[in-house]
């Protein structure tokens, strides 16, 4: 035993002095980012392999972040990958990861896979627009499959040769992915999707590594690095969109009594791995209600007291699987979430396993998730109506602008705040909106007078709110000219003026005409002119008087 111990330490030393390195593994070049506490036992992905697979330094140079080399291994800068993934993933369903290359200023891919100057970017440098940058159409010797495949550059890492591709030879960079202790390989352009099967994957928070090469004659370049962390869970990933009608704010966890609440649970599914599973949600709204089991996503509930109440939602999905039980890889002691939520609100992990039926053909999985909230719930506006609008006749020294009054009434608390926008009359493109402070009534009911400065058609959206609520009310106003007015009222005094002198000398000739038949007392307090002109003013001033008396009640004019 000692004389093997002894002959092994002779042959690392006689390799070091000699300059002769050993064979470099994938976990000594990929696994250089993963903490020890990480590294273990995992379960096998499907398609992936391990990684104490031999690497091929001489033909993919393995690079430390910071060696010098990184800085010129693209011509006019550096290349960037960036790594995205539609994680979290439920376990047994597929993550996706995307990598995206971004090239130095003025540099893109063409149709071809070639690396050229773009033509409509502007580069102080001394290149020419539509001058290659990288050019393997070029110099790629092989013109058919069988001499790409004989040709030793084109393998990966470990010595497989690249697939079969009829674009094989835009297929200008390699991508090597690695993650739980194992590594897969492809090749692509300037960007490359992966899906990754998590039936054996390892519950947690998860790392996956890649690394980009460029290819090359001899050898192949690194041109980038990226990592990014994804999730997989035995807890079905969902959030829950919580709206209602004049709720001002839905992240606040505040809504408004006594009005229709939406709950829409939205599954985070983008494998599509849920589609043929049974799919039930049982709420429990905290009122008092009891629980309700629905198989439809989108519910809604009304709340008729204030207070604070605690939602809790339970997610079942029924998984046909295999009826063997598949029990995946325990997770590292750490804290996974698996609920996204979008109204700020506490998850709650219950682990499970999965639950096979009895032995046959059908069997079933049960996977769960748990969602839990509270909510409060206030007095807030339920309904606003425009009951009135009123034209206001300005004179010309009064205002230049025409003034409406529109008379708003409301249905719940009293608002603090009236908002005004005008718009054109599709309602699209606004043109000015005005605030102002509600004084404190004891009934909502309010007067909003409002100037117009050009003659038209508007859309006028009015809204009231609190510190809870927001209501609005929307209608089209047709706004006549202040000059078209004034014209109006000139005429009128012009024609009512002639009246009154025609008015005066018939009265001073039946004067005349019936002085002797008219009692002398009646002359003493002027009633017959003063009554007659009482008439004629009424007759043609009958604007002055109130038109309505039942609007003496409405609140005034802001």
Known sequence: MKFCTLSLLLLVLTLQFSGVQPHKRFHDVMGHRRSSASMGHHGRLHGWSPDTHHWNEKLYPAWEDGDSRWDNCWKGGKVVALLTSDSPALIGSNVTFVVTLQFPKCQKEDENGDIVYDSNCKNDSSVYPGQYVYNWTEWTNCSDWSECGNATENVFPDGRPFPYHHNLQRNNFIYVFYTLGQYYQQTGRSAAILSLNTTNATLGIQLMEVSVYRRGRKWHTPVAKSSGIYIVTDQIPFYVNISQKNDRNASDGIFIKDSPITFDVRIHDPSKYLNSSAISYKWNFGDGSGSYVSNNPLISHTYTLQGNFSLNLTVKADVPGPCTPVTPTPPAPVTTPTVIDTTAANATDVPTAPVPTAPGKNCLIYRYGHYNTTITIVEGILEVNIIQMTN???????????????????????????????????????????????????????????????????????????????????????????????????????????????AIAVTILLHKKYKQYRPLERNVNGGGVSVYFNHLKAVLFSGNNEKDPLLKSKAGII
């Open 392 to 502: 206001i006749q300005v004179s010309t020294a009064e205002s230049e602008n025409s003034m409406v009054d529109f008379v708003i009434a409301c249905q719940g608390s009293i608002p603090t705040d009236a908002c005004t926008t005008v718009a054109d009359p599709s309602c699209t493109e606004t043109q000015n909106m005005v605030c102002d402070k509600v004084t404190t009534t004891d009934q909502c009911l309010l007067t909003l007078r409002r100037s117009f400065s050009e003659p038209g058609t508007y859309c006028v959206n009015i809204t009231l709110n609190d510190d809870a609520s927001l209501a609005l009310a929307s209608t089209l106003v047709s706004v006549d000219g202040v000059t078209r007015s004034t014209t109006t009222v000139q005429g009128v005094l012009l024609s009512v003026g002639l009246l009154m002198v025609l």
